[in-house]
């Protein structure tokens, strides 16, 4: 079945370092690619999707690519803010199959000041 | 434009009694999704409408949980009796126009733990 991994939290940065969080699908189709972002005390947002191979989203300085070979759609940002403290989570939908979003388990970050 | 709202945003019951959980999605919106995350899992979806429809629930645990969806506006997730694992975060989300490159919205989350 579709499974969706991200690598484990929690990551704790200082403010202005570069933040990476890895993730990787297994998909029997295509599927769309999502990172989703839940900030303390709030719901799940949208932060940006792709939805074909080589696509890249982009939201907030926040930026993840497509890359169908590696089956790899890992979230960046150059120069994380106090602010971006949030549990962030990668997810899919397979095209023509059930429109349910699968989700990887959320990786916390805590951005210092 | 509102968003999805929840309600209750919390709620502490015991094993045994019931609970209904209601939706309201974003206005217009025909498709709504009910997912639930139990504590240091991963967030996982249940069923989903289209209009007052199930279109898919082939991840609502078993016959204890009840959707309904009339009139194909707010939603109510019924758990009834409620079991200890049950207690996570049950989330709400809605579409427009449903399909695999269409955003789905989220509500903040009803907290529920039963003990």
């Known amino acids: 079945g579709n499974s969706v991994t991200q690598m484990e939290g929690p990551v704790t940065l200082s403010e202005e370092a570069f933040l990476t969080i890895n993730c990787t699908y297994t998909a029997t189709g295509y599927p769309s690619l999502f990172w989703y972002v839940q900030y303390p005390g709030e719901g799940l947002q949208l932060l940006l999707k792709a939805t074909k191979a080589d696509d890249k989203g982009s939201n907030k300085g926040f930026e993840a690519t497509y890359r169908k070979e590696t089956t790899s759609f890992h979230l960046e940002k150059g120069s994380v803010q106090v602010s971006d403290s949030a549990v962030y989570f990668c997810a899919l939908i397979e095209r023509g199959g059930s429109e349910k979003l699968v989700f990887g388990k959320g990786t916390k970050l805590t951005v210092n000041p | 434009e509102a968003g999805v709202t929840q309600f209750p945003s919390h709620s502490v019951i015991e094993k045994g009694q019931t609970v209904t959980l209601r939706c309201d999605p974003i206005?217009?919106?025909?498709?709504l999704y009910w997912y639930r995350r139990v504590m240091g899992k991963e967030i996982k979806f249940l069923l989903h409408?289209?209009?007052?429809?199930?279109?898919?629930e082939s991840g609502m645990p078993n016959n204890r949980f009840l959707a309904e969806r009339t009139g194909g506006t707010y939603s109510t997730l019924k758990v009834q009796p409620a079991e200890l694992e049950d207690s996570g975060v049950y989330f709400c989300?809605?579409?427009?126009?449903?399909?695999?490159?269409?955003?789905?919205?989220f509500g903040p989350g009803t907290r529920l733990l039963v003990l």
């Open positions: 206005s217009g919106h025909d498709n």
């Open positions: 989300a809605s579409s427009l126009s449903g399909g695999y490159q269409e955003t789905q919205y």
């Open positions: 409408f289209v209009k007052e429809s199930k279109q898919d």
